[in-house]
């Protein structure tokens, strides 16, 4: 059975940091790519980073403030977050992909940055 298990949400203060990361445990199928999704209150699901072999992407509202990095060894995905900004409030979720296109999604952890 495949867990995803995502630690590291809370409350900041804007321009504060936090460190998202997902456990991944479970036999998955080839593994495409890994990633963090977000979802705030009345919105829909939007991606935030994602990386793929040696590639890594971002959503332009994320671009030079969040970092996506895995761990192979340890089946580990992280989203180092900082200068955070009231917009990125959101609960946050874990996504791999696998090599059959299958998704699968964490529980989510939740993400608010307020003074």
């Known amino acids: 059975q495949v867990q995803l298990v995502e630690s590291g949400g809370g409350s900041v203060q804007p321009g504060g940091s936090l460190r998202l990361s997902c456990v991944v445990s479970?036999?998955?199928?080839?593994?495409?790519?890994m990633g963090w999704y977000r979802q705030a209150p009345g919105k829909q699901r939007e991606l935030v980073a994602a990386?793929?072999?040696?590639?890594?992407n971002y959503a332009d509202t994320v671009k030079g403030r969040f970092t996506i990095s895995r761990d192979s060894a340890t089946n580990t995905v992280y989203l180092q977050m900082n200068s955070l900004k009231p917009e990125d409030t959101a609960v946050y979720y874990c996504?791999?992909?696998?090599?059959?296109?299958?998704?699968?999604w964490g529980q989510g952890t939740q993400v608010t940055v307020s003074s």
């Open positions: 479970g036999s998955i199928f080839g593994i495409y790519a």
């Open positions: 996504n791999v992909r696998s090599g059959l296109a299958v998704d699968y």
């Open positions: 990386a793929r072999s040696s590639t890594t």
